[in-house]
């Protein structure tokens, strides 16, 4: 099923399942709030996609990399 991936633990049996949450997070959140994620489904909409996270992440070291004092 597409935006739904079992994976596996080291003895090789289906121990996780990790679902695409903008195409099942609507049918998701009544259960995730039921298990106390109520911050995460308030934000839902604000989520980074796995490129955006990325291009976020690489910034933070540029940023304190340019910030320090230049050797002269």
């Known amino acids: 099923m597409k935006g739904i991936v079992f994976e596996k633990d080291t003895n090789g049996k289906n121990r996780f399942v990790r679902f695409d949450l903008r ?12 298990l106390g994620f109520e911050q995460v489904s308030d934000s839902w909409e604000e989520g980074l996609t796995s490129k955006e996270f990325l ?5 933070i070291p540029r940023k304190k990399f340019d910030g320090r004092s230049k050797v002269s």
């Open 23 to 34: 195409q099942y997070g609507e049918q998701l959140r009544p259960l995730l709030q039921e």
């Open 55 to 59: 291009t976020a992440a690489k910034e």
